[in-house]
Nanobody, 119 residues
Framework: QVHLVESGGGLVQAGGSLRLSCAAS????????MGWFRQAPGKEREFVSA????????HYTNSVKGRFTISLDKAKKTVNLEMNNLRPEDTAVYYC????????????WGQGTQVTVSS
């Protein structure tokens, strides 16, 4: 079993910054990639960013490029999301997820952490 625990959400004014972290644990944990999704009220969950475990290749949805940075701490089995220049439309519950293998889906999810950006 794999457990993912997010932290770092909160309330911030537009233009501010937050740093989300997600710690992975469990005897069967292995990862091809780790990522972040978000879900705003009344909307579907959407992809935000992902990072490959082996080479650190990163991917971002267009709306966060240049503002968000994803990083990996392999020793701590932690993925971080540095969010700068936050906008009210970034308000959502942010979920950490992991893809165990190259042919896997996003199989494990954290409980989510709320990010609220006030205008």
């Amino acid at each position: 079993q794999v457990h993912l625990v997010e932290s770092g959400g909160g309330l911030v004014q537009a233009g501010g910054s937050l740093r989300l972290s997600c710690a992975a644990s469990g005897p069967t944990f292995s990862s091809y990639a780790m990522g972040w999704f978000r879900q705003a009220p009344g909307k579907e969950r959407e992809f935000v960013s992902a990072i490959a475990w082996n080479n650190g290749a990163t991917h971002y949805t267009n709306s966060v490029k240049g503002r968000f940075t994803i990083s990996l701490d392999k020793a701590k089995k932690t993925v971080n999301l540095e969010m700068n220049n936050l906008r009210p439309e970034d308000t959502a519950v942010y979920y950490c997820t992991t893809q165990p293998g190259i042919r896997s889906g996003w199989d494990y999810w954290g409980q989510g952490t709320q990010v609220t950006v006030s205008s």
